[in-house]
């Protein structure tokens, strides 16, 4: 029961264009969202994330867009540029009720920016 | 000045050995989990504490034993291993920002390799 998924395993984007990264959820608790970036032998390290009360987020050249009716969140960056070639993870969050909180990941999008 | 390190990065054993990886962070967080990336490269939660306490434990066999010694801690402890444990584990830990806000930092991962 994947409750976050990303449809989309690779993605290929021209240099200076737009990227646009897809994720949908199934759990109506997630109340927080999260990217991260993953390159090959590292952890994963945190993009960009929206709370579920808000519907855009931006910081440079990243953008985040919820669409919560939708169950739908998307990353945009532009312009694209060759660093940043790798996995982006779509993450949810949810409250637990000991405390702490629960991140669930999508199965990532290989991104690959070329020249 | 590494915020979430695990040792060791590599680890190669045979089947049937019992080995334990190490995390320790150092920003003060309150939660700790561990992450497993299979083949396929999903990221699943095994194991998450807060404060010390087991808040989350996913379905994973009962070889697999967390130990939190205090909250900048978390070890993961697996018996008598079999093939199908080769994998990437990370090690992650939060702190709570606000409702749902959780940015989890990663460690480097470890990757294991069963033989």
């Known amino acids: 029961d994947q409750q976050v998924k990303q449809n989309s395993p690779s993605l290929s984007v021209q240099e200076g264009r737009i990227s646009i990264l897809n994720c949908d959820y199934t759990?109506?608790?997630?109340?927080?969202f999260l990217w991260y970036k993953k390159y090959p032998a590292e952890g994963p390290t945190f993009l960009i994330s929206i709370s579920s009360i808000k519907d855009k987020n931006e910081d440079g050249r990243f953008t985040v867009f919820l669409n919560k009716s939708a169950k739908h969140l998307s990353l945009h960056i532009v312009p694209s540029q060759p660093g940043d070639s790798a996995v982006y993870f779509c993450a949810a969050s949810a409250r637990l009720t000991g405390g702490g909180n629960k991140l669930t990941f999508g199965t990532g999008t290989q991104l690959k920016v070329e020249l | 000045d590494t915020a979430v390190s695990q040792t060791p990065k590599y680890l190669v054993t045979q089947m049937g050995n019992d080995k334990s990886i190490k995390c320790e962070q150092n920003?003060?967080?309150?939660?700790m989990y561990w992450y497993k990336q299979d083949s396929k490269k999903f990221l699943k939660i095994m194991f998450s504490y807060n404060n010390k306490e087991l808040i989350i434990n996913e379905t994973v066999p009962n070889r697999f034993s967390p130990k939190s010694p205090d909250k900048a801690h978390l070890n993961l402890h697996i018996n008598s291993l079999e093939l199908g444990d080769s994998a990437v584990y990370f090690c992650a830990s939060s702190q709570e920002l606000g409702p749902g806000g959780t940015e989890a930092f990663f460690g480097q991962g470890t990757r294991l390799t069963v033989v």
């Open positions: 759990n109506s608790m997630f109340d927080y």
């Open positions: 920003l003060g967080h309150d939660t």
